[in-house]
């Protein structure tokens, strides 16, 4: 008999017994949902939106940035963490004929390299459009007043994108390098 794999629920709630707030934790590209358990351990209430746990979650599609922005909007967030996902910005993928070549570079290619395979090119166009969609939900719940957490490498591309240089410079937020790549 074949093994049916267990339904996941989207977003991943974390519940509590005795919630010190009415409103959620919600992180974002959460995988295995280490912050939010922590939450959690602290009696405040949490969900986990990750492409893991099926369509529900993926950012890409419009219904599920608009629950998160309705979320936001309907104050019922206490704070956000966004744990983008560093694969096409990642500076590991090198010119150096041991592995595969980088999909983007740190300035003229910036979006994409020109020679990308279709498969390379839509995986870096994807990742384009969730750090757009990204970007946009950041700044609905720092207008109001949501504390909001982005990880991602520090020597990752990410933070060379117009569009985030924009929203540092726009907000001026606090930043704290952790050592946090498990």
């Not at 995988?31 to 009696?43: P, S, V």
């Not at 746990?53 to 967030?77: P, S, Y």
């Not at 726009?170 to 952790?178: L, S």
Request: proline fraction near 8%; glycine fraction near 4%; aromatic fraction near 6%.
């Amino acid at each position: 008999e074949e093994a049916v794999p267990a339904l996941r629920l989207c977003p991943r709630p974390y519940q509590v017994n005795a919630p010190a707030t009415k409103k959620k934790f919600v992180e974002v590209f959460g995988g295995t949902g280490n912050l939010a358990t922590a939450f959690a351990n602290i009696n405040i209430p949490a969900e986990v939106w990750d492409i893991m746990d099926g369509e529900a979650a993926n950012l890409l599609r419009k219904d599920v940035r608009q629950k998160l922005h309705n979320l936001i909007e309907n104050d019922e967030v206490f704070a956000m963490s966004f744990d983008f996902p560093c694969n096409t910005f990642s500076r590991a993928r090198k010119n150096d004929g041991k592995g595969p070549g980088p999909l983007r570079d740190d300035d003229e290619w910036l979006l994409g390299m020109p020679n990308l395979s279709e498969k390379d090119r839509q995986r870096v166009r994807e990742a384009n459009m969730l750090l757009k969609h990204t970007l946009a939900l950041m700044r609905c719940a720092i207008r109001k007043k949501v504390p909001v957490m982005l990880e991602n490498p520090k020597t990752s591309r990410l933070w060379l994108m117009p569009q985030m240089k924009a929203l540092i410079e726009d907000t001026k937020p606090r930043t704290i390098p952790v050592d946090y790549c498990q």
